[in-house]
């Protein structure tokens, strides 16, 4: 359903569009700012800003002459927070992907440098993996991680990964260099997914699409992790360590994309459509 289908209320819009300008600002704003950037009269601006203030959804800041979000808007965002839309809100399509892939999937969000895996919906007879919900991880080291970062504003980037202290390594294989980082997020934006193999579970590869906001920003992502060569019993893997051979991988990035990619976007692309129905 569009906008086009649902009746206007302007006030109630306006009131939105200026809280939603005086929340994306990086501090206090004036009235005349916000009038001109949601094409308000000055007069109907204040007329808002009183009402919001009131509230408590702002504050006048009069020696400023400006106005900051106030306790109110605060209280909205954790009551956001307790309420899990998000996890809520991805929970069936995800399950879907699940049933029809056969394979288990993930929801992460980042955390600073690190990604929070939110939920995980494991396939039947598939192997315990170590991406339970609440477990964080290096976010360069992982499909889910690689996913936002590639849709992440340069300055963001920069700021996260200022040199190599920010690269931990899991195992010794991975990116762990700016450099590299860098080159990576390249080939993941012309493919429009990202990937990791070995890099989080030996003998598994995932591939992940971010999951996007009504303002176009990476909030999440969904991944798909696979076995990347055939089970071993147990005697054999222990043998395999013991002499230092690496079994083979049977399956590769551009095959696992060839065959799930399809369904890994389909599900980001509907949980994305959820957080914004009537964008």
């Not at 493919?191 to 890099?199: A, G, H, I």
């Not at 992940?208 to 076995?227: F, K, N, Q, Y």
Request: a positive charge.
């Amino acid at each position: 359903m569009g906008t086009q289908n649902l009746p206007q209320v302007p006030a109630a819009r306006n009131v939105l569009s200026v809280l939603r300008y005086v929340a994306a600002q990086a501090g206090p704003v004036g009235a005349a700012a916000i009038a001109r950037e949601v094409d308000l009269p000055r007069s109907t601006t204040y007329h808002l800003l009183a009402a919001l203030v009131d509230d408590g959804f702002v504050v006048h800041l009069p020696e400023e002459r400006k106005y900051a979000l106030g306790v109110t808007a605060h209280e909205l965002g954790t009551g956001y927070s307790r309420q899990a839309p998000l996890q809520r809100l991805a929970r069936f399509p995800l399950a879907q992907l699940v049933e029809r892939t056969k394979r288990t999937a993930h929801l992460a969000v980042m955390h600073g440098r690190e990604v929070i895996y939110v939920i995980e919906e494991r396939a039947k007879r598939q192997t315990d993996l170590v991406t339970n919900p609440g477990v964080r991880l290096p976010a360069h080291l992982t499909a889910s991680g690689r996913a936002m970062l590639a849709a992440m504003p340069a300055e963001q980037l920069a700021a996260l990964y200022p040199g190599p202290e920010a690269f931990p390594s899991r195992y010794e294989t991975g990116v762990n260099s700016v450099p590299a980082l860098n080159e990576l997020l390249v080939q993941i934006r012309a493919r429009s997914f990202s990937w990791e193999q070995d890099e989080v579970t030996d003998g598994f590869s995932s591939i992940a699409v971010p999951v996007l906001d009504r303002s176009g920003l990476a909030v999440a992502s969904v991944t798909l992790t696979v076995a990347n060569r055939p089970a071993l019993i147990p005697a054999a893997a222990a043998r395999n360590t013991a002499e230092g051979i690496i079994q083979a991988r049977t399956v590769d990035v551009a095959e696992l994309a060839e065959r799930w990619l399809p369904e890994v976007s389909r599900c980001a692309a509907e949980i994305s459509r959820r957080l914004r129905p009537f964008a």
